[in-house]
Each structure stands twice: as structure tokens, then as C-alpha cells.
């Protein structure tokens, strides 16, 4: 099972077994997650490695709403 969850105005946290997980740019190009357990995926923008976190959000003090909505 993967799960994905919004970390306080932070990156999407995606865990569990990768394996199953494709992950691919705008062009189709699948990143390669062979070996790592989590990848943190960026939301702020502000990330010199997209679509992964590198902790630029805490620099720029991104905030984001992080409750579920339910969908109406």
C-alpha cells in the first residue's frame, strides 16, 4: 500500500512500497525510486530538485491548508 500524506506546509510525503509507484515528468520520464522507502514531493514551488523536496518551503515560509475537504 502507498500512502500520501500533506505534512504541515511542507512537501507530500508518499510512503510504502514504491515498487508500485510510477512517477514520471511532463514528458513521460519515469523517475528512478529503485531503493527508497519515502520521497517527499514538493508543493511550495520552490524546490531546486522538482518535483522533490529539498526544504526550500521552510526558507520561504510556504503555507498551506493541509485538512481534507469533503467533497461536495
Same mark, same amino acid.
Given at each position: 500500500?502507498?500512502?500520501?500524506? =500533506?505534512?504541515?506546509?511542507?512537501?507530500?510525503? %508518499?510512503?510504502?512500497?514504491? $515498487?508500485?509507484?510510477?512517477? =514520471?515528468?511532463?514528458?513521460?520520464?519515469?523517475?528512478?525510486?529503485?531503493?527508497?522507502?519515502? %520521497?517527499?514531493?514538493?508543493?511550495?514551488?520552490?524546490? =531546486?530538485? $522538482?518535483?522533490?523536496?529539498?526544504?526550500?518551503?521552510?526558507?520561504?515560509?510556504?503555507?498551506?491548508?493541509? =485538512?481534507? %475537504? $469533503?467533497?461536495?
Amino acid at each position: 500500500m502507498i500512502k500520501t500524506v =500533506a505534512l504541515k506546509n511542507g512537501p507530500l510525503m %508518499v510512503t510504502g512500497d514504491l $515498487k508500485e509507484l510510477e512517477l =514520471a515528468d511532463a514528458s513521460g520520464n519515469l523517475y528512478n525510486l529503485s531503493g527508497k522507502e519515502k %520521497v517527499a514531493l514538493c508543493r511550495c514551488g520552490a524546490s =531546486a530538485n $522538482k518535483p522533490f523536496c529539498d526544504g526550500q518551503h521552510a526558507k520561504i515560509g510556504f503555507q498551506a491548508a493541509e =485538512a481534507a %475537504v $469533503k467533497a461536495g
